[in-house]
């Protein structure tokens, strides 16, 4: 078990371009989440999966944003059209259970950059 | 909705000082309550869990506890050194197994 794994740490990219992120979270965790976190605030919940199943999503998920988690594994995120304004760390996390006693772990993060 | 709320947002305090972060939150109804480290750029590192059954947990020099019913939680910093320094975020899950950020408390412990 290495933990929650995620790819690539920093990502600089030009506004128009497309970026994708992955996640590997820890093996057999069957609840995985994404969260943004910008400069000076604390994360805010974009979606989670329970296995293949996208079951919540923030209204901060613009159509410009689509996650997937194909066969309940890793899963990824990817922003369309980036903007200056989704300049963020994008922090994935896992649990165990779908139960109230489940505990996050998160990952790294994944830093993006649009100029 | 629920709110997660920190005050102080920045604090410098000198080495060899005990402090409190507090943390509160608008909805009762949690289950567990989580105290985070997070270092410039990087990723967030779980300090403490607090069940709902639980009032307290205690870890070193931190001791965090939780108080539903006055939805609070405050996490006590003894002995402060400069390797404390990060920004502290405090976190409640919420029935649906996700988790609910404040804004973090900055903190500086200055040599």
């Known amino acids: 078990d290495t933990g929650v794994s995620q790819d690539p740490r920093h990502k600089i990219t030009k506004r128009g371009q497309n970026v994708t992120f992955r996640c590997d979270p820890i093996?057999?965790?069957?609840?995985l989440y994404w969260y943004r976190q910008t400069l000076g605030q604390g994360p805010e919940f974009l979606t989670y999966f329970q296995n293949e199943a996208q079951l919540e999503k923030s209204r901060l998920l613009s159509d410009r944003f689509s996650a997937e988690r194909p066969k309940g594994s890793f899963s990824t995120l990817e922003i369309q059209r980036t903007e200056q304004g989704d300049s963020a760390m994008y922090l994935c996390a896992s649990s165990p259970s779908s139960t109230g006693a489940n505990v996050l772990t998160f990952g790294a993060g994944s830093r993006l950059t649009v100029l | 909705k629920q709110e997660v709320t920190q005050i102080p947002a920045a604090l410098s305090v000198p080495e060899g000082e005990n402090l409190v972060l507090n943390c509160s939150f608008t909805d009762s109804a949690i289950y567990n309550l989580q105290w985070f480290r997070q270092d410039p750029g990087k990723g967030l590192t779980s300090l403490l869990l607090?069940?709902?059954?639980?009032r307290e947990q205690t870890s070193g020099r931190l001791n965090a506890s939780l108080d539903k019913s006055s939805g609070r939680s405050t996490l006590y910093i003894a002995a402060s050194q400069p390797g404390d320094s990060a920004t502290y975020l405090c976190a409640v899950y919420n029935q649906g197994g996700k988790l609910i950020f404040g804004q973090g408390t900055e903190l500086s412990v200055k040599p």
């Open positions: 607090i069940q709902s059954s639980q």
């Open positions: 093996s057999e965790h069957n609840r």
